[in-house]
T-cell receptor, first 114, second 116 residues
């Protein structure tokens, strides 16, 4: 069965610390990969996505992610977090050609201390 | 980005009643919308794919008679939770897919349903 696993459920960092959130997936065939963020009380917002091409993807707000096909991974990184990055982060996968049908990871709560 | 609006944002209903949740794409036409359910501290689980002008496609384990989906226009899909029970209490989120090739889905703000 298709699944997405996020390694960290709750991460606490100080401002300016570096961030890496792990995401692994189990999915046959060609995939599209996404990271979404949900700020308190707000919609899910797309941070970045990978469909094809350069496996290092840059998103909004200084986030980036690297698709490593051999490891079935799509880890999210940011070199220096800010207090405003406090949010819930979701990794998601879809089958190529069906980008709306998403399988989500369980989410990671990031708390950044000022 | 495109805007998807979900209404209501919160609803409390009595056990045995039905509740309708609306999902609208405000600035684009969406032939396909999706409904997800999120339990506390858990991930979003896809419930069904809503197709304009045709029947919804439900994921395994989702009761189609309990969760009625109607996608009567290119900008509106509705989810009706019929004969709601406390175990149906959850956070329901819709998304709408922009037309075209490999595009992204845009999410509504979600509806918190509490059945008492």
């Amino acid at each position: 069965a298709q699944s997405v696993s996020q390694h960290n459920h709750h991460v606490i960092l100080s401002e300016a610390a570096s961030l890496e959130l792990g995401c692994n997936y189990s999915y046959g065939g060609t995939v599209n990969l996404f990271w979404y963020v949900q700020y308190p009380g707000q919609h899910l917002q797309l941070l970045l996505k990978y469909f094809s091409g350069d496996p290092l993807v840059k998103g909004i707000k200084g986030f980036e992610a690297e698709f490593i096909k051999s490891k079935f991974s799509f880890n999210l990184r940011k070199p220096s977090v800010q207090w405003s990055d406090t949010a819930e982060y979701f990794c998601a996968v879809s089958h190529s050609g069906n980008t709306g049908k998403l399988i989500f990871g369980q989410g990671t709560t990031l708390q950044v201390k000022p | 980005g495109a805007v998807v609006s979900q209404h209501p944002s919160r609803v409390i209903c009595k056990s045995g009643t039905s509740v309708k949740i609306e999902c609208r794409s405000l600035d684009f036409q969406a032939t396909t919308m999706f409904w997800y359910r999120q339990f506390p501290k858990q991930s979003l689980m896809l419930m069904a794919t809503s197709n304009e002008g045709s029947k919804a496609t439900y994921e395994q384990g989702v009761e189609k008679d309990k969760f009625l989906i109607n996608h009567a226009s290119l900008t509106l899909s509705t989810l009706t939770v019929t004969s709601a029970h406390p175990e149906d209490s959850s956070f329901y989120i819709c998304s709408a897919l922009e037309p075209g090739g490999d595009t992204e889905a845009f999410f509504g703000q979600g509806t918190r349903l509490t059945v008492v």
